[in-house]
């Protein structure tokens, strides 16, 4: 079995880590650094008897990522008081939900950005309320700025000048040239409060729906077994819950325009990591082995493998977000900007 398929089968079945040998293990945590899993992984094995120096490295990364998920959050928080004198909710998206509402993803999982959800009519008030808490510009090309303000669904990144911290603020949660249109205003409209402490969370539902549309609809996959990872977790702990989850989902997907990307992510998900469905939700698409080729595209040294097959979600990435009567002015002004040496 390959390195990245024994990844998947670890986080299915941590018990079948029990019967690896020290290689295996090199070439175990070697994919799954690669695919940001590291974390994951090791909390899954947390209760394995395992030789002394594997508990004692995987011990470590449970340590780091613990300490990752308290930046985190109070990363969150800081956004909060930023944003609170505006009367603007600070709506959490990604990985600092999970681990803000301690949902089932959240052990392990690592947190790059924070990403945060705003009504569109109150960004610009958002974005100087930032600036005026310590945050800057990460992009300084006037080019990458007025692309980011007319086509994205996020204003440029920026970071908090003594933290060293990123945030995303979306306003939507796909690229307003992208073929589905995901209704944002509904989005915000349905968000519920995490806990008491002034932190909102996207509706169960909407949970699904953006993190499918994040997989399928917007990306070359790269990174996708964790965000697949959030599915399984997110889909088995919601559907636990209610009953009635699986028609709400699709209802709530069909109105964001986004049910085939929820579907495809669905199946993917069951494919990988067994996550139980409905008789319903079991009709596939030939093209779904292409994903999951896509998705399981490393060696055991973690290094990316099936060229072809990623050049191929590349293309399809970009021709996702924006027509080809747009992309190709874009990508010629990008080409060109890199060959005079600027930021790209």
């Avoid at 990174?223 to 699986?246: K, T």
Wanted: aromatic share 6%.
């Amino acid at each position: 079995m390959s390195a990245v398929r024994d990844l998947v089968a670890v986080l299915r079945d941590p018990a079948v880590a029990l019967a690896f040998d020290g290689a295996r293990w090199t070439r175990l945590l070697s994919v799954a650094r690669a695919e940001v899993l590291d974390g994951t992984l090791a909390h899954r094995c947390a209760d394995l008897a395992l030789p002394a120096p594997i508990a004692a490295m995987l011990a470590d990364i449970r340590s780091a990522s613990e300490t990752a998920t308290r930046r985190a959050v109070w990363e969150a928080e800081m956004a909060r008081r930023a944003l609170a004198p505006l009367g603007v909710a600070v709506i959490l998206l990604k990985g600092t939900t999970y681990a803000a509402a301690g949902l089932d993803p959240a052990p392990g999982r690592q947190i790059g950005d924070l990403d945060i959800l705003v009504p569109r009519d109150r960004i610009d008030a958002v974005e100087a309320a930032l600036l005026g808490n310590g945050w800057e510009w990460v992009k300084q090309d006037d080019y990458d700025d007025a692309y980011y303000r007319r086509w994205m669904h996020e204003l440029p990144p920026l970071v908090h000048s003594e933290r060293d911290r990123m945030i995303d603020v979306h306003h939507t949660i796909l690229p307003l040239t992208a073929r589905p249109t995901p209704d944002a205003a509904a989005m915000i409209a349905d968000a519920v409060p995490i806990g008491d402490g002034g932190l909102m969370m996207l509706s169960r539902e909407d949970m699904i729906c953006h993190a499918a549309a994040h997989l399928i609809a917007d990306g070359d996959l790269a990174g996708g077994l964790r965000n697949l990872w959030d599915i399984d977790r997110l889909l088995r702990q919601f559907a636990s819950d209610a009953p009635d989850f699986w028609d709400r989902l699709a209802t709530r997907a069909d109105r964001h325009d986004l049910g085939p990307a929820v579907a495809r992510a669905v199946r993917l998900a069951h494919r990988l990591y067994a996550t139980p469905l409905p008789n319903d939700w079991h009709k596939g698409a030939r093209s779904d082995a292409v994903f999951v080729r896509r998705l399981l595209a490393r060696n055991g040294w973690g290094q990316e493998t099936h060229g072809v097959n990623r050049f191929a979600f590349y293309v399809r990435s970009h021709l996702l977000r924006m027509p080809l009567r747009q992309l190709l002015p874009h990508l010629a002004t990008k080409w060109r900007k890199r060959g005079l040496g600027g930021t790209g």
